[in-house]
């Protein structure tokens, strides 16, 4: 029987290796770097996944740390890894791609980096073997215990005719991303045009009660801010356990602060924009039932100080500042699985990124990719039926914007 399996600890820089039983368990961080997609990746759990769901977060409550949520874009990287050591014979957190895992992830469209576990046997086809296996091993069980990881992707492959048969790849996430089970309310936006960051596709909406949720009390959802320094509030939620505070440029952005606010009701943020645009805040609540959040919106202050507060919560900024598609052209056909797309320069345009996907606006389940400055790019691959999705994004210094397309596929 053969057996192998490494860990990877996100931003330990650990490397370990040991001998268990004449079996080779190692752990170690890859260097290489490549911007490629993720097509391929399942974003489903299959019954065994979701058992190892379980088993790990019953774990997890014995030694009393909180349960990890799934994220879909861990999902697609955890089994595009899987399926990717079985099909291309090799065993190692460096995929064959050159990525390290968190690369991989951010790829996916994970925003941040990822710690991983990997297993490979001819006969670990179960939840209970893989788990096993690694809570047998220190470094793994480490990684499965770690208190800041927050979200989880599981991937579980049989290659036929392969060194190890079944793959096993979990990776582990500090950032609730909000794609599956992060405990928002998030409700996907069809407009043609936006600003957010490119990993943010969705706006959430306040829907459920303050029983629940916190909910922010000052300064006035869509209020001018005072300056490049703010003080936020909120009330208290029943049974909350924990308050998180996300603020940034974009709808559920970092970039400006990112901390537990413990059971604290208030806090000061500064380095606050000061230039009119729109200030993003996501205020989430840990109860006994997981994560939720509400997300907000403000209007930065100007440099002139405050004013009176418009009737509209963001501006799009001015088209000059965005790239836009040249080819494909609006209204036509997608032929033959293949987009050539290419897109104009655009002002101070410092990176270009891409989305495609099939699955609704902002989808980026067949490409995500930088361009960098590159002015086109070629994505094959894509169904010859249904609605084919392209987001395309522009950073600028002031950050991420993005413009939606929508094309029909055909033979």
């Not at 990997?118 to 179960?126: H, Q, R």
């Not at 060194?163 to 979990?170: C, D, E, G, L, S």
């Not at 990993?199 to 000052?218: E, N, R, V």
Request: hydrophobic content about 35%; overall charge positive; glycine content about 14%.
């Amino acid at each position: 029987m053969t057996r192998s399996f490494h860990r990877w600890a996100m931003g330990l820089g650990l490397v370990a290796a040991l001998l268990l039983g004449g079996m080779v368990v190692s752990g170690g961080s890859g260097t290489a770097h490549a911007l490629t997609n993720c097509t391929g990746g399942a974003e489903a759990l299959d019954s065994q996944e979701s058992q190892f769901l379980t088993l790990i977060n019953n774990h997890r409550a014995a030694n009393g740390l909180p349960a990890l949520v799934i994220s879909t874009n861990l999902n697609r990287a955890a089994a595009w890894l899987a399926r990717d050591m079985g099909v291309n014979a090799y065993f190692g957190h460096t995929d064959s791609a050159g990525r390290d895992p968190s690369t991989r992830a951010q790829n996916c469209g994970y925003p941040g980096g990822a710690g991983e576990n990997i297993a490979a046997g001819t006969v670990w086809d179960t939840a209970q073997e893989a788990f096993d296996a690694w809570k047998a091993s220190a470094g793994h069980n480490a990684n499965m215990l770690n208190s800041s990881y927050k979200t989880i992707g599981i991937g579980r492959e049989q290659v036929t005719g392969s060194p190890y048969t079944w793959y096993w790849v979990t990776n582990f996430g500090l950032v609730l991303d909000g794609t599956s089970g992060g405990g928002g309310t998030a409700t996907a936006t069809a407009t043609a045009t936006g600003t957010a960051t490119a990993t943010a596709t969705a706006t959430a909406t306040a829907t459920q009660g303050a029983t629940s949720k916190a909910a922010i009390t000052s300064p006035a959802p869509g209020s001018r801010l005072p300056g490049s320094t703010a003080t936020f509030s909120w009330s208290a939620a029943s049974g909350a356990l924990e308050y998180w505070l996300y603020v940034g440029t974009s709808s559920g952005g970092t970039n400006i602060y990112n901390a537990s606010q413990g059971l604290n009701r208030s806090r000061s943020v500064s380095n606050l924009p000061s230039n009119g645009s729109t200030v993003w805040l996501r205020l989430w609540t840990r109860t006994s039932s997981g994560w939720q959040y509400n997300d907000y919106s403000f209007l930065a202050a100007t440099s002139g100080g405050g004013g009176a507060t418009p009737t509209a919560t963001a501006t799009p900024p001015p088209t000059s500042t965005k790239a836009a598609l040249i080819t494909p052209s609006a209204g036509s056909t997608i032929r033959g699985g293949v987009a050539s797309m290419a897109w104009t320069a655009a002002t101070g345009g410092l990176e270009y990124w891409v989305y495609v996907g099939t699955t609704g606006v902002g989808s980026n389940n067949r490409y995500s990719a930088s361009q960098g400055l590159g002015l086109s790019r070629t994505v094959s691959g894509l169904p010859t039926s249904g609605t084919i999705y392209i987001r395309l994004w522009t950073r600028t210094t002031s950050g991420w914007q993005y413009t939606d397309y929508q094309f029909q596929s055909a033979p």
